[in-house]
């Protein structure tokens, strides 16, 4: 990922085009595009940055930001927003030199904190498509390079130089020409830094919607152009928001910050299926494992099973009721019970269900079942994947209407006939939501090693 660093400040000012469709590709551009980092150690920092990023992200939410190998230098905090960052540093385990990660933290879950109604407050905005006020304070923690001219100044004292005042235009130049000289004497004098931002949930909105604000108002990139965006669960970016920035910064520094964006998620759900998401061209999808517990699974499955049966049961004891009442004939008392029986199942079937999926959706957004997720990526491939189509997210797609939900031997329902909850979320993402994602043959952390199938 140092690479990437050092390519992305080298053609920050040049017109870079979107990659290519094979996967590995993307993936590589984003982990370590440059060709020198085709060996072990390159391929052990990216796991260590990885997995760091993830801890640093989860540290965010606790009392004590401890993180083995870090340091928390700097901490900066808005109780008023329910707005917490901090900045990590720590060194390079060959090289020595410095490597920083400035973290934003997402919504707490605790109704006892005094963000916790401040953050409610920025994720509802969000929903509304609004800014969040946790977005809006990206410029505080991020300075404008002081050794950059903006090209809109550039191209105002040009203007100038055209109008007849050519001694503001040799000032213009001579200062240009000082500064230059002075970066260069900056970038021989100073070690190299690796330097990353991350953050999770609404942190990660924040960090991408200040980022692109950031580059729309200072008419320059993210640290000279020395900066890697790693985010996790983001809700995604307002699509006027979107539309705002891309409609007046520059093209080709948007361009530089969605190649330095990763993004990484759990499986589609109401968070990260909010808004579109348009930042990151390297996008993750961590399988984070759909288990209930055995116990609940199996109850689950013999509920579903029992209620499906009922159910119909009672539809057809439904349909001869009306048919009776038609007729003027009264009831019997057992058709009576066996409709109060399918409304029973059917209620309790819509209260387990709804209970089963607010802990589903809690348990893919959780930073902490992605950072382990994540740690297992990292050593076998059967853990991620490579998004190809991310769906607009839809409870009653994913969980099925009433009617779907009696089909038998549906593959996207619980019953004795399907007792994995992996594979029943699996086909319910796949073919009711309609996502798609690539399964890869490598790790992640062999993604920038050297590999005939990756380098091209």
């Keep these: 990922m ?3 660093l050092r390519r992305a400040s080298r053609e920050r000012h040049q017109t870079r085009s979107l990659p290519g469709s094979r996967p590995e590709v993307m993936l590589r551009n984003a982990l370590a595009p440059g060709p020198s980092c085709r060996c072990r150690d390159e391929a052990q920092h990216t796991e260590f940055i990885l997995k760091s990023v993830a801890r640093i992200n989860q540290t965010m939410y606790e009392d ?3 993180v083995p190998e870090w340091s928390a230098v700097v901490t900066h905090e808005e109780p008023d927003i329910g707005f917490k960052s901090a900045m990590f540093e720590t060194r390079h385990r060959t090289t020595g030199h410095t490597i920083k990660i400035l973290a934003i933290r997402g919504t707490v879950m605790d109704w006892n904190s005094a963000s916790f109604i401040p953050n409610i407050r920025d994720d509802f905005k969000l929903l509304w498509g609004q800014e969040p006020e946790a977005a809006q304070m990206f410029p505080r923690l991020i300075r404008p390079d002081p050794l950059f001219r903006p090209e809109a100044e550039r191209m105002a004292l040009a203007t100038t130089h055209s109008l007849g005042r050519s001694t503001d ?4 130049m001579a200062a240009a020409t000082e500064r230059a000289l002075a970066r260069q004497e900056v970038q021989r004098g100073h070690e190299p830094m690796e330097f990353y931002i991350t953050g999770h949930s ?5 960090v991408s919607i200040g980022a692109l604000r950031f580059v729309l108002n200072t008419h320059g990139p993210i640290n000279g152009g020395n900066c890697v965006i790693v985010n996790f669960e983001s809700p995604g970016i307002p699509d006027a928001i979107w539309q705002d920035v891309v409609a007046r910064a520059d093209v080709e520094l948007v361009q530089c910050l969605r190649h330095q964006t990763m993004e990484f998620f759990g499986a589609p759900n109401p ?15 961590l399988k984070v494992p759909h288990n209930l517990g055995n116990l609940a699974s199996v109850g689950m499955c013999a509920l579903a099973s029992i209620g499906r049966g009922v159910t119909i049961a009672s539809g057809v004891a439904l349909a001869s009721a009306a048919s009776a009442a038609a007729a003027g004939v009264a009831l019997a008392s057992e058709e009576v019970g066996l409709l109060g029986a399918g409304a029973t199942f059917a ?7 709804t209970i089963n999926f607010g802990r589903w959706v809690l348990a893919q957004h959780s930073i902490s079942n992605c950072q382990d997720t994540l740690c297992k990526a990292l050593e076998n491939p059967e853990h991620y994947e490579h998004i190809i189509v991310w769906p607009q997210f839809c409870v009653m797609k994913l969980c099925g209407s009433t009617l779907s939900r009696l089909k038998p031997f549906d593959p996207c329902n619980f019953g004795l006939h399907n007792r994995d909850p992996n594979v029943v979320w699996e086909n319910r993402l796949k073919h009711r939501l309609g996502y798609k994602g690539e399964a890869l043959p490598h790790p992640l952390r062999d993604l920038c090693s050297d590999a005939p199938s990756i380098h091209h």
């Design 271 to 285: 968070i990260n299926t909010l808004h579109q998401q348009k930042l990151g061209t390297c996008q993750i999808r």
């Design 64 to 66: 004590q930001m401890v």
């Design 202 to 206: 609404l942190g990660a909105s924040a």
């Design 169 to 172: 235009y040799m000032s213009f």
């Design 347 to 353: 209620a309790l079937d819509r209260l387990v269900g």
């Design 2 to 4: 140092y690479q990437l």
